[in-house]
């Protein structure tokens, strides 16, 4: 492949970048040399399970790789138990070292689905700030002042507003900076809310004499299923990673035909080339819509378990939803007699509140064996029977 390739491969899909002479020098470099490039992606394990919004950059981490980039993943062990401010209106909640080590392994298990290991070298940064002591935290501090960091956006609405801001805060974007003076990346990649800590890494990286200033690539931030609103657990328009693969084949299936397009782009191990030709297909009547679609639940699927599980989800979608079947290991559960169907759905976990429950009756989304219902106040009586609520969610309850 050509340096034109690779930069194409690269900026594909990114919000911005600083510094995009730099990062085709390095990549021409490669091509004549041979010699590598460092590229750093730096991970809170803040939480146990990351979702495909988080894979976005894990993904153009993937893309550096294959035209000579040695990803420097690293697992910020130490700075995770002060908590990244960024975006936050309240100081964040210290997490013991216990928690954050269980939360890393989760992350490398997961970031290995896309990264490739031996490409990949894997650095927690409590292996140089544990060891900086006081008197190098001291000198690190007096590399930015206080005025400056009140110039970023969630810093200075909260001190104008009288909200309170740790001094551990402050110091967060100087660690993150540090981790790239203490790597020398060439690069370092984040989403669109981490440019200040990014742009960091440049400063200090010049302040330490490392004698590079790292480039910055930032990723947008994923759209969820919803195609609206960034893709969030707490939103519940996610799709786990960890999700079966069942769930993630028809999840992907279930996002419009043009949110397809930005998955594509942002989530896909495609060429170019090949999406281009994908979407002409789209666009002249020749590949439908649907088609596109199952390939690109097929590919997302297979990432994260393998390809005969994307075989195995989409013959059972295709067998629960075109032949109206229902699926064949769908959990049961065992209820008194006379309970109330709002209840009895909560109680089988395809229902999060009874409220939704009476909403979904209303708008003729819930089913008892694929019969349509429409009496909220329905009670139960003795027998076995499969509930439905949508087209992916099903339960079969024992009464009585």
């Known amino acids: 492949m050509s340096v034109a390739v690779a930069m194409a491969e ?20 490669y091509y ?19 979702h495909l919004g988080h894979t976005v950059i894990l993904q153009k981490l993937s893309v550096f790789q294959k035209f000579g980039g040695i990803v420097q993943l690293l697992i910020g062990d130490f700075t995770a138990m ?7 209106n309240e100081t964040r909640k210290v997490l013991d070292r216990e928690t954050v080590k269980t939360n890393a392994k989760t992350y490398q298990e997961q970031a290995f ?3 490739d290991p031996k490409k990949t070298e894997l650095v927690f940064n409590s292996s140089w ?14 590399q930015f002042n ?4 009140l110039e970023r956006d969630d810093f200075s609405k909260r001190f104008k507003s009288g909200q309170s801001i740790s001094i551990s805060e402050f110091i967060y974007p100087l660690l993150q900076g540090y981790d790239s003076v203490a790597l020398k990346s060439d690069i370092e990649l984040g989403g669109t809310d981490q440019k200040f800590n990014l742009l960091m890494g440049r400063h200090l990286q010049r302040n330490y004499n490392v004698g590079k200033e790292q480039a910055v690539l930032m990723m947008p931030i994923l759209e969820g299923l ?7 657990k707490s939103l519940g328009n996610y799709i786990g990673i960890t999700d079966a693969p069942n769930d993630i084949f028809a999840k992907v299936l279930s996002i419009s035909d043009d949110l397809m397009w930005r998955y594509y782009e942002l989530l896909s191990a495609r060429s170019l080339e090949e999406i281009a030709a994908l979407k002409a297909g789209v666009a002249d009547g020749t590949v439908h819509p649907k088609a596109a679609k199952e390939q690109l639940a097929l590919e997302i699927t297979a990432r994260f378990h393998d390809e005969a599980a994307a075989i195995a989800a989409k013959t059972a979608f295709d067998n629960q939803f075109k032949a109206n079947l229902i699926p064949e290991d769908i959990p049961e559960f065992e209820m008194e007699t006379g309970i109330w169907i709002c209840k009895a759905l909560v109680d089988a976990g395809i229902e999060p509140s009874s409220s939704q429950a009476r909403r ?21 009586s003795r027998g076995i029977y499969v509930l439905q609520v949508g087209k992916r969610k099903f339960a079969k309850v024992k009464v009585g």
């Open 10 to 29: 690269i900026e594909r899909g990114i919000a911005e970048i600083i510094d995009l002479a730099y990062i085709e020098k390095i990549i021409t470099r």
């Open 32 to 50: 004549k040399t041979g010699e590598p490039y460092y590229v750093k992606l730096g991970l809170d394990p803040t939480a146990p399970d990351l």
């Open 82 to 88: 002060i908590g990244d401010p960024t975006g936050k």
């Open 113 to 115: 689905k896309i990264l």
């Open 129 to 142: 700030l544990d060891a900086l002591g006081a008197d190098g935290m001291v000198q690190l501090t007096t």
């Open 146 to 149: 206080v005025a400056r960091m």
């Open 226 to 232: 919803d195609g609206v609103q960034k893709m969030s």
């Open 360 to 380: 979904d009756i209303k708008q003729n989304a819930v089913s008892i064996d694929q019969k349509k219902i429409s009496d909220e106040k329905l009670n139960l």
